[in-house]
């Protein structure tokens, strides 16, 4: 059997997280992570905090605050966010910790000696209103149409008389300069065990979205700056290692000894990452390319368990954690997201009337009905050391739909099932019955219900009685 490590995307200083980020990423990740304990597989969940970039770095400069004392700040904030919603990652790392920077430096020197880590040509590009060096992603330029789109949307721009048109999208200055330089970047490898890789994937809206991908002219990534918050390149100390190349490497640290990752416990691992749809193509194209020409990974497992954005107007819709807590029990949103956010790409909606109605018919008036209902029953009937047999057919059935879908990491799935087995069961309670087989299949079915909940709403079922239900 194979280890699993679960990822999830890193919030970076000093984005606000809200219930958009938990119910797309972080709620998933930790619902998947206590369901493969249930059935039994051995995993790990990694959180961490991109503490780089220039955002954190122009949000220090604002509030005249040293950018360590920013990074801490917000660590501290994400880390007490995460708990508030029940979030709890076996491991939670932030990426300027030293064994980040040593793993980046083993895995790109192997990469530039397999030739997938080179120098381009390339471009700076700096602001002078605000003093500011941008990303292509932060310029705007005027197309042919006369409609606005970013640098970054029209690829490598080397037309030098573009200058003077180019507009800073974060002061609207049209003072940016554009001077040529050397970058690296990572070529993306493109093969037969890449596009099976893409082809196997659990979620069909995944492996669609890849073969595009597969046959895009997305190439290579360039992942180094000049003048940033970040580690400094192995290879080449005048430049840094932009934010996410951190975040990919950081992965590895379970594999780390404090010299080398372990490649015997990299080929045992199965990586199940869960982030949005925007970045599918960057991460589904770089991080099996680090894993194979960085480590030597023969044959890497990658599950990219990607989902959609929340959608609708923002007044309509559950925003700040705190806030929501205040109304809200812990559980009660956890129930919700895993209820309503969809395991594949599609977009959401989640609000308060949602939440409301989720929770009075869907938790309270089938499931805290059925486990009241066949709470009583079963404690007044003796199973004695029937309790021990084998799983009774009905119920066995449904464990081995439940488990199939949390193979193909859609823990929505498991719920809507698991609701379908309870309302089956709820018309089959009698309660003039003696019939053994019945107390049996009541007993196994309260059981299988409790421990999928326990993943959703540990607490609430942790806490549960006839006297508070899933309250």
Known sequence: MKNKIITAAYPFVPVEMNLFHMASTYLPADFYTRLAKFFN???????????????????????????????????????????????????FIRTDDPRVLAIEKEGLENMAREGVVIERSSHDFKCSGCDERLSKSEIEIQTSTDAKTTLKSVGNQQDLSLVGKLTCSLCHSTEVSMQPTEHYVIKLVRD??????????????????????????????????TGYNGFPFPLDDSKQLYLWCDSLFSKLIPLFDGKKISREQLNQTEFVSFFGKNILPYYSLIFPTIL????????????????????????????????????????????????????????????????????????????????????????????????????????????????????????????????????????????????????????????????????????????????????
């Open 41 to 91: 597989d051995s995993p790990l969940f990694i959180l961490g905090v991109d503490v780089h970039g220039r955002h954190a770095k122009r949000k220090a400069s604002q509030e005249n605050t040293p950018l360590a004392e920013l990074s801490d700040k917000y660590v501290v904030q994400y880390a007490r966010q995460f708990a508030k919603m029940g979030i709890a990652p076996d491991v």
């Open 192 to 225: 037969s065990f890449m596009r099976e890789l893409f082809r196997l994937q659990p979620s069909k809206s995944v492996s669609k979205n890849l073969e595009s991908i597969f046959n895009s002219d997305f190439s290579e990534w360039e992942f180094t700056r």
């Open 292 to 471: 194979r020409q960085g480590f030597g990974a023969t044959n890497p497992n990658v599950i990219f368990s990607t989902r959609g954005f929340c959608s609708g107007k923002e007044t309509d819709t559950l925003v700040d954690i705190d806030k929501l807590l205040g109304e809200f029990s812990q559980e009660s949103l956890r129930f919700y997201c895993g209820y309503t956010v969809p395991d594949d790409m599609r977009d959401f909606k989640i609000n308060k009337r949602g939440l409301d109605l989720v929770k009075r018919d869907i938790l309270e008036r089938t499931f805290n009905r059925f486990l009241s209902e066949s709470t009583d029953y079963v404690s007044s009937r003796k199973l004695g050391d029937a309790e021990f047999e084998p799983m009774s057919p009905e119920v066995s059935q449904l464990f081995d739909k439940l488990k199939k879908h949390y193979l193909s990491v859609s823990p929505r799935r498991i719920l809507l099932e698991l609701e379908q087995g309870v309302r089956g069961h709820l018309g089959k309670i009698n309660p003039l019955s003696t019939d053994y087989k019945e107390t049996k299949r009541l007993a196994d079915m309260r059981k299988l219900t409790m421990d999928i909940l326990s993943c959703y709403i540990p607490e609430t079922v942790k806490n549960y009685s006839l006297a508070s239900g899933l309250s």
